[in-house]
């Protein structure tokens, strides 16, 4: 079902397209799944990406981008926001409806990011991962960064947060929508990401702005949307 009208908290009746968007959507997220087969997968996937996750069926990169517009609510037009996990250019494509202009990509998958750079939406494209290691991107340099499903098993780690913060400037923001059972599922999240929030918030690293629930985030699988403050 790839309609993008249906009224979230709807009941939902999984059709065959669904089931496979989910299967698809599996693999990629399987257990124990490493960093770089993630990314083979996101090559194979790459061709039918946009179809398995169309508005109707994935509305992470919509939450994302009404997130993140709902906190800029002026001078969207001179906000500089980095897309992290920005695939084929989704939520670059829900910012721009929202007025946003300046936005750049980092995306790990080339095959991925260039659909992404074949439409046009980003200034400079990253081809990175967010981990651990530090990008060739200066302190204070974002005014948001963004994420719709680039957390999962083998995707973005713990880690990567810190990198997070260190980009984005002091007031601006960092919104990460993800699956809500993933908190549990994820080895490297379950006990790990939220105290690590918490734990980086009383540093006084970052404010928690909101932390929601949002039903139907992927067919009708419950998501998790964070925003916080980098102070
Ligand atoms: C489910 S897709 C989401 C793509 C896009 N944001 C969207 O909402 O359609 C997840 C993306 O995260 C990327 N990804 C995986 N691990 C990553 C990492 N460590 N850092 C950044 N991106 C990563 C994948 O290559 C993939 O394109």
């Not at 770089?36 to 996750?53: F, H, I, L, N, P």
């Not at 204070?140 to 913060?165: F, K, Q, R």
Request: glycine residues 8%.
């Amino acid at each position: 079902m790839c309609e993008d009208n249906i009224p979230v908290g709807a009941v939902h009746v999984w059709d065959e397209e669904d089931s496979e968007a989910e299967r698809e959507s599996r693999l990629v997220y399987r257990k124990g799944i490493t960093h770089a087969q993630a990314v083979e997968c996101y090559a194979t996937w790459s061709t039918k990406y946009e179809k398995d996750m169309c508005p109707g069926r994935y509305k992470g990169p919509m939450i994302a981008g009404k997130a993140v517009a709902d906190y800029f609510e002026s001078d969207r037009e001179k906000k500089k926001i980095l897309d992290i996990g920005a695939g084929t250019g989704f939520v670059a494509e829900q910012l721009k409806s929202h007025g946003f202009v300046h936005i750049d990509a980092l995306e790990p998958s080339s095959r991925m990011l260039l659909r992404a750079q074949k439409k046009g939406l980003y200034e400079e494209c990253y081809n990175e991962y967010l981990c651990q290691v530090p990008l060739a991107i200066p302190n204070d340099t974002y005014d948001c960064a963004v994420t719709s499903g680039g957390m999962g098993e083998g995707h973005i780690p713990c880690s990567g947060i810190l990198e997070l913060i260190r980009i984005v400037k002091p007031g601006g923001i960092i919104c990460i929508v993800m699956r809500e059972v993933y908190l549990r599922e994820v080895d490297e999240y379950k006990d790990r990401l939220e105290p690590l929030m918490d734990s980086l918030e009383k540093e006084g690293k970052w404010r928690k702005v909101s932390r929601v629930i949002v039903p139907n985030y992927f067919i009708d699988i419950t998501g998790i949307v964070f925003r916080y403050r980098v102070i």
